[in-house]
């Protein structure tokens, strides 16, 4: 049996959601490591369509715009994610399929979130890099001690 804890790092690692479509009790989950390098080159559209939300006070729109450009793929996904055919997914109603979509982003996004932040961090990264070897002067000292003893 599992302690409480137990259950609750699990959840981190598994974000499993259990959740009532159409009438049926479904477990959204979120795509295993194999299964995100298998569908890599969709994910990676779909998470570079999401870079304008990352900045964006209009992110929810913009999310599901660029989800709704990738429609076949998401489709794809979603089921994976559920375990129903995409033609049942087609076929739910438009509340039901907005709710079953939230579902899969709740499981999901963190994928996109970690590519969004590496991009955005090895973009600074390089940044910084280009101008610490021009000898730019506008870069902040590592410390706040002077050690050239120009005080």
Same mark, same amino acid.
């Given at each position: 049996?599992?302690?409480?804890?137990?259950?609750?790092?699990?959840?981190?690692?598994?974000?499993?959601?259990?959740?009532?479509?159409?009438?049926?009790?479904?477990?959204?989950?979120?795509?295993?490591?194999?299964?995100?390098?298998?569908?890599?080159?969709?994910?990676?559209?779909?998470?570079?369509?999401?870079?304008?939300?990352?900045?964006?006070?209009?992110?929810?729109?913009?999310?599901?715009?660029?989800?709704?450009?990738?429609?076949?793929?998401?489709?794809?996904?979603?089921?994976?994610?559920?375990?129903?055919?995409?033609?049942?997914?087609?076929? $739910?109603?438009?509340?039901?399929?907005?709710?079953? $979509?939230?579902?899969?982003?709740?499981?999901?996004?963190?994928?996109?979130?970690?590519?969004?932040?590496?991009?955005?961090?090895?973009?600074?990264?390089?940044?910084?890099?280009?101008?610490?070897?021009?000898?730019?002067?506008?870069?902040?000292?590592?410390?706040?001690?002077?050690?050239?003893?120009?005080?």
């Amino acid at each position: 049996m599992q302690s409480p804890g137990e259950a609750d790092d699990l959840a981190v690692l598994f974000p499993d959601v259990a959740v009532e479509i159409a009438g049926e009790t479904l477990t959204m989950r979120e795509l295993r490591f194999g299964e995100q390098l298998k569908y890599h080159a969709i994910l990676a559209r779909v998470a570079d369509a999401l870079k304008p939300a990352a900045q964006s006070q209009d992110a929810l729109n913009l999310i599901l715009d660029a989800l709704a450009e990738e429609h076949d793929a998401i489709l794809t996904l979603v089921s994976v994610c559920c375990g129903k055919p995409v033609e049942w997914i087609q076929g $739910l109603s438009s509340q039901d399929g907005e709710r079953l $979509l939230s579902e899969w982003w709740v499981a999901n996004h963190g994928f996109f979130v970690r590519r969004v932040a590496r991009a955005t961090l090895a973009g600074a990264w390089a940044a910084n890099h280009a101008r610490a070897a021009d000898g730019d002067a506008s870069l902040p000292p590592l410390s706040g001690t002077d050690t050239t003893g120009a005080n």
